[in-house]
């Protein structure tokens, strides 16, 4: 029955406790174990009231009861995964308690571990340390523990009874399998006593919030003055619930972090975290990954993110920010002198946004250490750009260009830079299209730097011969540990370049931007400066559009004249309409932003 309400009698529940105890000594024997019947007695009380426990949690749904027979089989199916649990800790229960819960007093509270749904007694066992007379704690974790009312309640107390000396919360992942009312209800109990400590950080992530989860949690957002890292990560943040994290969190001054990941809160909800972001001049660390923002979106966040110039990292990744938001990510690099971490992975810059951010990441970010520019469409026109990026950046040491479109060109050209970065120890190509010159060049670049850890070079076209060539590099240098996996390369079926093809000539615009820079050139010959480098990088893009256009107009000169001949005779000749389709004039002047479908059809600035 549908209405019928899952239960066990207290006859029920002490046969299946004697069937428990059982099984723990049969199944042990059989493993040539022998475990006493009391140590087994003991687990099995242990194990059947966690299990009882899950089910009477699991048996309520937001609309109603569960059915009897589902209820009862994840009882069943519950108990029999404990026995097997404890049968490999020798017939013992291992029942997890509060880390570093001595004497009422401690640093951290941890209740990580097992899904545990806890009840009133159990988290008066598990929270005994706070409860406790005079107890004094700084830092609390619940998560993985699923707190109902009664829970709640319990937690509460002992969170009141340490308010004095708790600074940092972290009540992520607390009320799964819950029902949507008593989950609700939960957050607010325990974020009610939070209000009355005075915290510094306060992680609600991994709870199923919504803007009525984080309304839920208002007191404790609302009453913390001083807050200085928030997290909401995976918390289902759409738009309505980055209103109320706006709306709630007005006191955003001392606000150094905050970390929003995996929810859906898109262009408008960007907005409302922009305002929260342009009331914070002392924000650190800032993280909006995977959260279907767009070129608005993006072009908010960087703008509020401006309020102040303390940033350090910054991760907006997996979103379609598109190179639309690429002036105002440059125009907030060049004002954070401090960055060090910067993932802009998979947000569809394409050249011309990662150009405009490279430039302004060459023109400073002294102290940038982690450079992230995977998934963006990156080909040789961009990889210039990145090849000036990472110069002067004695601190770098993770470049990602995972699955772009670099080709050998552009990893010869990024090689160039990548040898003058003494620190680098991660360096991410894969799935760039890199053919043999490509891949030789980049292992003779960076083979030598003393702290290489991991050149990842799989997924892309080079030969057997190629693949010799690289592993030898390595071998030769004693680094073949360096070396990733080149398990997954498809060899090509195309001629390849060689490596002053690849490369260019002495002339070549690039050449004499990297020269410039002070590659190949002794120290006293280097000149220009760090703006005059990023001008090289303009100078060459343009040079690169004239060119274009050149051939276009010859292009179109041909056509029209074919489609004269067309008109004015009936011959039969049929001019192929892909000609001046596939080569369209882009007369904006540089510096302008084309839309992501018109930057995809002309493939470069």
Same mark, same amino acid.
């Given at each position: ?208 919030? +919504?803007?009525?989860? @984080?309304? &839920?949690?208002?007191? $404790?957002?609302?009453? =913390?003055?001083?807050?200085?890292? %928030? !997290? #909401? ?119 011309? +946004?990662?150009?405009? @951010?490279? &430039?302004?990441?060459? $023109?400073?970010?002294? =102290?940038?250490?982690?450079?992230? %520019? !995977? #998934? ?125 093809? &690849?490369?260019?000539? $002495? ?99």
């Amino acid at each position: 029955m549908a209405n019928e309400v899952w239960s066990l009698s207290a006859d029920q529940r002490q046969d299946t406790l004697d069937r428990i105890t059982a099984n723990i000594c049969n199944i042990a024997f059989s493993r040539g174990l022998e475990v006493p019947a009391e140590i087994a007695r003991e687990a099995a009380v242990a194990i059947e009231r966690k299990a009882h426990t899950a089910a009477q949690v699991a048996s309520k749904t937001t609309t109603g009861n569960r059915p009897v027979a589902e209820t009862l089989e994840s009882y069943a199916r519950k108990l029999g995964a404990l026995v097997l649990e404890v049968v490999k800790n020798g017939g013992r229960y291992a029942q997890e308690g509060a880390a570093g819960a001595n004497g009422g007093t401690a640093e951290v509270v941890d209740l990580t571990g097992s899904r545990d749904f806890l009840t009133k007694e159990s988290t008066t066992e598990v929270l005994a340390s706070m409860l406790a007379p005079g107890s004094t704690v700084k830092k609390i974790k619940f998560s993985t523990k699923s707190f109902g009312r009664d829970a709640a309640a319990v937690a509460a107390d002992a969170i009141k009874n340490v308010a004095g000396s708790l600074t940092d919360a972290d009540i992520s992942d607390i009320i799964a399998g819950r029902p949507e009312d008593e989950a609700l209800d939960a957050l607010r109990i325990v974020c009610k006593a939070l209000a009355s400590a005075k915290l510094r950080t306060l992680n609600l992530s991994d709870n199923a919030l +919504g803007e009525k989860g @984080v309304r &839920a949690c208002a007191d $404790a957002i609302t009453s =913390q003055a001083a807050l200085e890292g %928030l !997290s #909401l990560q995976n918390v289902g943040c759409s738009i309505h619930a980055c209103r109320a994290v706006e709306e709630l969190f007005q006191a955003s001054s001392s606000l150094k972090q905050l970390h929003l990941f995996n929810n859906m809160s898109d262009n408008h909800g960007a907005e409302h975290i922009a305002k929260v972001l342009s009331r914070a001049p002392r924000m650190e660390d800032f993280r909006m990954a995977s959260s279907r923002v767009g070129p608005q979106g993006g072009i908010a966040l960087a703008k509020g993110l401006t309020a102040g110039s303390c940033l350090v990292r910054l991760d907006i990744s997996d979103n379609p920010i598109t190179g639309e938001a690429a002036p105002a990510l440059a125009a907030l690099i060049q004002a954070q002198p401090n960055l060090r971490a910067l993932n802009l992975n998979d947000t569809s810059l394409t050249d011309n +946004g990662v150009i405009m @951010v490279c &430039a302004a990441l060459h $023109a400073g970010a002294a =102290q940038l250490e982690e450079l992230e %520019l !995977s #998934l963006n469409e990156i080909t040789p026109n961009g990889a210039r750009a990145v090849a000036l990026a990472v110069l002067s950046k004695p601190k770098l040491w993770k470049v990602a260009l995972r699955e772009n479109e670099l080709e050998d060109k552009g990893a010869v050209v990024i090689s160039k830079g990548l040898a003058q970065v003494p620190s680098l120890r991660v360096l991410d190509m894969c799935g760039n299209q890199i053919h043999r010159v490509g891949a030789v060049a980049v292992s003779k670049a960076v083979v030598g730097l003393p702290h290489l850890e991991l050149c990842a070079l799989d997924e892309n076209m080079i030969s057997e011969e190629g693949l010799d060539q690289v592993r030898e590099i390595f071998d030769d240098a004693g680094k073949s540990k360096a070396l990733g996996p080149l398990d997954e390369n498809m060899e090509e079926d195309d001629e390849e370049e060689d490596e002053e093809e &690849a490369g260019g000539d $002495a002339n070549d615009p690039l050449a004499l931007a990297l020269a410039k820079a002070g590659l190949g050139m002794s120290p006293g010959d280097v000149t220009g400066s760090c703006m005059g480098v990023v001008q090289c990088v303009v100078d060459m893009n343009m040079q690169d559009n004239e060119r274009q256009q050149q051939q276009q107009q010859q292009l179109a000169s041909a056509a029209a004249a074919a489609a004269g001949t067309v008109a004015g005779a009936s011959t039969g000749v049929v001019v192929p309409a892909t000609a001046h389709q596939h080569h369209v004039h882009d007369a904006r002047p540089y510096g302008s932003v084309p839309s992501i479908n018109e930057s995809r059809r002309l493939g470069a600035l």
